[in-house]
């Protein structure tokens, strides 16, 4: 019986839960009480879950975030998303095949209609991720009536996925904590505010031109909010590639990736590839790695990759191959990815032929960007709605910016509703723009001249707003330009006539794991070196031998392990120690885990070929679309009226910016295209809600 459930993990506590019987196409399966029935199938080693209707395509998950429907199966006869419902016992599973057949209705039967449910706050937040739990607590704090709702079964949002330490200041917005316990602290402190109403699993649907706010409370029930004041906090979506092979099962965001690895704890893949460098790919790999999953690679068409340097030095120093000015050709396989080709571009990212490569992988994962989640806001703006935007949903950046930005947003609201008199500081506002700025200019390594005592290493050579290791270091000897905290640190010697001790508090507690401790003190010549390490301590031991890398990689030394270690407030992050010829201690910045990654064979495809999907709901490929804009239309409407694209479940959130790179390959200007108007309804939503029928939470049937 396959399971692919993860029993053990460096970071995130696994608990025992009890296992109950469920049935796909009549087999009998197990599932984990709390799983959602998309982590159930993955879990049991499922990825096709259903055809689509137009051709029978298989269908596997996508954004695993309740906004496409490419997951849709039948739980017990009613078609549901996968993803977001969860699995009970005895549940019977079956993939869609065609358009689904609902059960028979008993036309006997009254329905009972009640009426819809009218409330007023004094603010609505959307969105219970770092900026909505940010703006909550300033406001709940004034005792100001509010209302959060949140799509999800529990707060944080994309926190409740981040396993890593954040960066950030320490002062200001938790630098230094893992993502999952700010999202536990923030949680906890919402709870303090009974004046602070949450709602979750609830998602709003839309708002309207008489300022109310419809939202479907807890999945069963159609509720209007007439909110004094909104704030949209909605977080951002992930942007998708049209290439040959993108609907194959198997090739999905990183946010889905993450749900089932970091929220569901079910290893999805044995062999991943990653399209995109920013920091949203580069973290996901590196949760991949900590989940015992093979990285073959990472491809990202700008020279340089877009994230943090660190996050990109650490997937290079465990093994993983990082390519620059390299791009997709295309996922292969039958029914679901078996492998992807790559190439590299030149200075105009044209491709390069002779540069094809063509990797064996189970999984593509797109990371190459993210849209802010705005609609509400825009429609609030065109209703008059006095309306506030935090976070992604305001401007795309780090979780530690959206925290701060939501407690500016929170405290901007408390003064338009007079609870709040007093002014905004200006440091508010400038270590919001610190927060969310771009990592600043990378310099080369500068290794210390001293060749004794004990001192750390550092390897963080990018400036970006980090600056624990100033702040753990008991004896202040590395500093962060208070002013400034993007600088990158200097370490002095001594302070007040005392050095380093050796205490490694810098070495657990740096977000990037970019700090090493070099110690002279017992060995001269071959110092003993230390070294972060945030995986399961029973895969390194004492004797173990292992490779040594410097920043980049490459290697340097092999060595046997000398010890493994923690240290008291490690937060999960252990150090090993080795011992290196002194000429290359001062270099050593981690160690590689995962062996050399070899292409299968060759293949080249020249451009995308019409066949490429650009619409997945409706499955509209790129040569009907392009046909339609070489034949004169501009209108995406009237393209939407010909071709469908646009029209199914996700609401044309994929596919709609892919239209548009179609009109930019086809030498459109963007002044002449005319984009649809944006769907009143944010997701489905059965009629019968709307309605004042409710659906039935215990069976989890749809009102009809």
Known sequence: MIDNRLYKHPILPVEEKPLFTFYFQGKELKAREGETIASALFANGIRILSYHHRDGAPQGIFCANGQCAQCLVLADGFPVKSCMEFIRPGMKIEPVVGLPELPAVNPEEIPEFKPIEQLEFSVLIIGGGPAGLSAAIELGQRGVDCLLVDDKHRLGGKLVLQTHRFFGSVDAVFAGTRGIDIATRLENEIKKFPNVSVWLRSTALAVFSDKKVGILKEGTKYVLVKPKILLVATGAREKSLAFPGNDLPGVYGAGAFQTLVNRDLV????????????????????????????????????????????????????????????????????????????????????LIPGTEKTIKCDTVLIAVGLDPVNEFYLKAREFDLPVYA??????????????????????????????????????????????????????????????????????????????????????????VDRSDIRKIPVYYDEKDGKGCTGCERCVVFCPGLAITLVDYRKNPEFPEVTIPFEFLKETINPGDEVILVDISGQELARSRVNSVKSIKGNDRTILVKVSVPKAVARKVSGLRIQPEIKEIEEKYQSRIPDEAIICRCERVTAGEIRKLIREGVRDINEIKAITRAGMGPCGAKTCTPLVHRLFQEEGVPESEIIDQPKRPLFIEVPLGLFAGLEKQKETGNEPR
């Not at 340097?309 to 396989?333: E, M, Q």
């Open 267 to 350: 290893k999805p893949t044995e062999r991943l590839f990653i399209v995109g460098g920013g920091n949203v790919g580069l973290i996901a790999g590196y949760h991949a790695l900590q989940a015992g999953i093979q990285v073959v690679g990472l491809v990202e068409v700008m020279p340089e990759v877009g994230g943090y340097k660190v996050h990109k030095d650490k997937l290079a120093r465990l093994g993983v191959p990082i390519l620059t000015s390299h791009t997709i050709l295309s996922a292969n396989g039958k029914d679901s990815v078996e492998s992807v080709t790559i190439a590299r571009v030149d200075e105009k990212f044209q």
């Open 390 to 479: 935090a976070g992604d949903a305001e401007e795309i950046a780090e979780a530690s910016a959206a925290i701060f930005s939501g407690k500016i947003r929170g405290l901007e609201i408390a003064r338009a509703l007079g609870v709040y008199t007093g002014e905004i500081p200006e440091d508010w506002y400038r270590t919001a723009e610190i927060l969310k700025s771009r990592p600043g200019p990378t310099y080369s390594e500068q290794y210390p001249e001293k060749e004794e005592g004990v001192y750390p290493a550092i390897h963080c050579l990018q400036e970006i707003p980090c600056d624990p290791c100033s702040a753990v270091c008991p004896r202040k000897l590395i500093e």
